[in-house]
């Protein structure tokens, strides 16, 4: 009987062919957070002044947005306050890119380069998918709160809901404590949730290209690890607003710009930077 032959060798496969140090091993390089002072938020401040200083051009155009976006909303609060609402998920919506321009703006002068306001007008057109989930958690998030603000409203007013000035009046009423603390502890849960997801989340997006998942769980594992000194940056970003808004908002047009700069420095000291192989 003759001898069968024996059968040719098979190829090596392609994967196996390929040396060791070529094969996609390495995990992503992890996100891991920085503890933070009390003194920061002041520092990030100061940051941003020095970042409006070096950009004033970049600073004014993004100063005049703001504003305009609070004289038409308070516009509307006079007039036609039952689309105030409405407005507002349309300034969520508009808000974080003009945020993210303010973002770039901070991270090229950081890296060295010279700012540019078109660049920075267009740094969001690469992370659209990421910036649109989010956009969209915050406006889903924003409509839940106007939605429990009038169930409050229609619990303590049977009488229909006030007017503009109803409502001004009903607030600053002593004989209304109840209504306005129900009120308060609605709306501050909402904005702590808010506050707590948006943070770090955007610049985050902006510098890393992540998705708004994790961006949004890493905003808000820095604020649950640093509550003090969140809390404290809240409250100043709250109280320049709130100050900023008098005189018709005109304080929006140095307010804005110094708190979006400020809010990178703020990711920036939070957030623990890649290294070099991986920015």
């Known amino acids: 009987m003759p001898d069968t032959p024996n059968p040719a060798p098979l190829a090596p496969d392609p994967v196996d062919a390929l040396p060791s140090h070529n094969l996609p091993t390495e995990p992503a390089a992890p996100i891991t957070l920085q503890p933070l002072r009390l003194a920061d938020p002041f520092r990030w401040l100061a940051k941003g002044v020095q970042d409006l200083r070096a950009a004033p051009g970049i600073a004014v155009f993004y100063g005049v947005c703001f504003w305009c976006m609070a004289l038409l909303l308070g516009w509307v609060f006079r007039t036609k306050p039952e689309y105030t609402m409405s407005l507002a998920s349309g300034c969520l919506l508009v808000g974080p890119f003009l945020a993210m321009g303010l973002y770039d703006t901070s991270r090229r002068r950081e890296a ?4 540019q306001l078109s660049a920075s007008l267009t740094c969001w057109d690469s992370h659209m998918g990421s910036m649109g989930m989010l956009v969209l958690v915050m406006v889903v998030l924003e409509l839940l709160w106007g939605r429990a603000s009038l169930v409050v409203f229609a619990v303590f007013f049977n009488t229909g809901m006030p007017s503009t ?15 306005v603390a129900v009120y308060a502890l609605v709306g501050g849960a909402f904005a702590a949730l808010v506050f707590s997801t948006s943070v770090v989340s955007i610049p985050m997006i902006l510098d890393r290209d992540t998705d708004a998942l994790t961006a949004g769980i890493t905003s808000m594992r820095v604020v649950l690890e640093n509550p003090a000194v969140m809390l404290l940056w809240g409250a100043l970003i709250t109280g320049t607003v709130a100050l900023s808004l008098w005189f018709w908002g005109v304080g929006l047009l140095l307010a804005g710009p110094v708190l979006g700069f400020a809010s990178w420095h703020a990711y920036r000291a939070s957030v623990t930077p890649l290294p070099p192989a991986a920015a």
């Open 112 to 115: 060295g380069l010279k700012p």
């Open 165 to 179: 000035t109803g409502v001004l009046q009903a607030i600053f009423n002593p004989q209304n404590w109840s209504f």
